[in-house]
């Protein structure tokens, strides 16, 4: 299951909770009861083995035709 981040409107507080996919956001901060919104954050990319790199995704021959 993943772990959504939320963001408090009226305290600015955050905090996580643990929800499946298909569960309704949460609406309502736990500690003040406040309006409550979910937070999207970046997900971590990790690119491994050959062809991420300039040199690495062509032959010798495409580049002296460029």
Do not use: H, N, W
């Not at 949460?26 to 919104?37: E, I, M, Q, R």
């Not at 491994?48 to 460029?66: C, H, L, M």
């Amino acid at each position: 299951m993943p772990i959504y981040v939320y963001r408090c409107q009226s305290c600015s507080s955050e905090f996580e909770l643990m929800q499946k996919m298909t569960d309704p956001p949460v609406a309502a901060c736990p500690s003040c009861k406040g309006t409550s919104s979910r937070v999207i954050l970046p997900a971590g990319v990790v690119f491994k083995g050959s062809g991420f790199y300039k040199t690495d995704s062509r032959s010798q021959s495409s580049d002296s035709s460029s």
